[in-house]
Every structure is written in structure tokens, then in C-alpha cells.
């Protein structure tokens, strides 16, 4: 096993056992959530477990069960670098939520986290040839969480998607590493296009709420787009955009927006 391999393994053992920790710490002053703790993460030897199953019992329908979907997780996981996805973003959404004060509300509370974490299985099913899987994982996931993410886009690690509602990412977009996005983002096509048309979000990138970036357009690293804003152009590295359509109002005043969450022009 590499280095880096080995550090990502343990980073995931080290945000486990934080969770296992504050799961026995609820129990001790609320005692009858112990069905809901004891099901959704006691019950679990790692966070790849309990994650399957709360998107099995999240997702899961009469005709696509729970266990249909828990399985189909647990697959994706072992095969994957998934369970490393997770733990990125559960750990970003501890570091830049100030509502979020414990690793355990992401993964029990948070439908942004989970949507998330929904939107990585179908894209593995997706490129592994189950579209079908994808798709309905898709479909549920709107339905639930309020969050439309195409199982082909690709999205990094390290993301937060706050409150997450009416957040649309369409089939061609990429976002890279350390994103933060709040709710109603749409990174979406212009018209009927077919082919590449979507946005590529670069890493470290903030994008506010409410604000829409339409069409095959590059927004650089670093950069910070504010909220409501209609971004019809690409926008270069470390700067900040606003207005409709969206303008260069500024630098984005710091080397990570994405982390200092700091929305002000």
C-alpha cells in the first residue's frame, strides 16, 4: 500500500471512530434514539457499512429496495476510492459549516452530504455499464434530497453542498477538489446542445446561492461566484463575479474561498 493510500485509510478510521464516539454520546442523554443510532451506525463495522445502508434505507423503494441499493453501495465501495470520497467530505462539511459541529450530523442529518454520497454510487454504476441503476439512483435522489446531479458528471473530493436544495449539475460538468456550493446552484446547459455543454468548476471554487453557470464555460480555481449571479462567460483564476449576466467585480480576496465560506464582494 503507498503512502498516500495509507494516510487516505487511516483519515477514514480516524473520522469512524469520531463518529462511533459521538453515536455512544448521544445515546447517554437520549436514550431512545438508540433504534436510529444503533441501525444507521452502532450496528456497523466501518463508515463504508453504515453508509450503504442509510442510502439503502434513504433511497430504497417498493420495487428497488433498501437491500437492493445497500448491496449495490457496498460493491461500489469495495471498488472503489468512495468510502476516501466520503470521509473528504464529511470532513469538509465539519470545517466549513459553522452549524455542523460534530462528524455525526453529516451522514444522520444533512441531505447535501448525502446526496452527495448518492450522486458517487450512480456514477460509479454509471461508467461501470448499470445506467439503469444510475438512473433510478438519480431519479430517488431528486425526489428525496431535492438534488439533480447526472450520474456522468464528475465531481472531486473535499465538496460541500449546503442545505442543498434545487442543486442541478448536468451531465457534462466537472467540478474539481474542495468546492462549496449553497443551495439552488445549477451548473447547466444554454439550450438543446448536444455534446460537451456544460460547466468545468474549478478546485477551490465558491459558488453562492441561487447562482446559475450555463454552458461548456471554465470557472478558474480559486474564484468566487456570488449569489443570485448568471455566469455566461468563463471566469479566470482568483476572482470574484456578480450581476446578471455575471461581471468581474474583484479578486476573490483569499487562496481558498471554498474553505472561508466568506460570501461578501
Known amino acids: 500500500m503507498k503512502d498516500n493510500q ?11 471512530s469520531e463518529i462511533l464516539k459521538e453515536a455512544n454520546q448521544v445515546l447517554k442523554s437520549q436514550v431512545s434514539m438508540r433504534q436510529l443510532i444503533g441501525s444507521y451506525i452502532l450496528d456497523h463495522d466501518g463508515l463504508t457499512s453504515s453508509l450503504a445502508f442509510i442510502l439503502g434505507q434513504k433511497l430504497g423503494n ?18 472503489t476510492d468512495l468510502s476516501v470520497a466520503a470521509c473528504f467530505d464529511i470532513t469538509a462539511v465539519k470545517e466549513r459549516d459553522p452549524a455542523c459541529v460534530r462528524f455525526i450530523q453529516p451522514l444522520l442529518y444533512f ?8 450522486y458517487r454510487l450512480s456514477n460509479y454504476l454509471f461508467y461501470k455499464g448499470k445506467e439503469d441503476y444510475a ?4 431519479m430517488r435522489s431528486s425526489e428525496i434530497f431535492g438534488v439533480d446531479i447526472h450520474p456522468a458528471a ?18 457534462t460538468a466537472v467540478v474539481g477538489d474542495n468546492v462549496s456550493m449553497l443551495h ?9 446542445d448536444s455534446g460537451d455543454r456544460h460547466p468545468k468548476v474549478g478546485d ?10 450555463l454552458g461548456n464555460i471554465t470557472v478558474g480555481r480559486c474564484s468566487k461566484v456570488a449569489s443570485g449571479s448568471v455566469v455566461l462567460s468563463s471566469v479566470p483564476e482568483y476572482k470574484t463575479v456578480a450581476g446578471v449576466p455575471a461581471k468581474i467585480v474583484g479578486e476573490s480576496g483569499c487562496d481558498q474561498p471554498s474553505k472561508s465560506m466568506d460570501h461578501k464582494l
Open 6 to 16: 495509507k494516510q487516505e485509510f487511516s483519515m477514514v478510521e480516524d473520522v469512524w
Open 62 to 79: 417498493t420495487h428497488m429496495t433498501a437491500s437492493i441499493i445497500s448491496d449495490l453501495a457496498k460493491i461500489a465501495h469495495s471498488s
Open 111 to 118: 441531505k447535501g452530504f448525502l446526496a452527495l454520497q448518492a
Open 184 to 192: 439552488n446552484v445549477t451548473l447547466g446547459g444554454t439550450g438543446k
Open 204 to 213: 477551490g471554487v465558491l459558488l453562492g446561492a441561487g447562482c446559475s453557470v
Open 154 to 171: 464528475r465531481i472531486g473530493k473535499s465538496i460541500m453542498i449546503d442545505h442543498a436544495h434545487s442543486i442541478v449539475i448536468g451531465e
Open 135 to 138: 438512473y433510478f439512483i438519480q
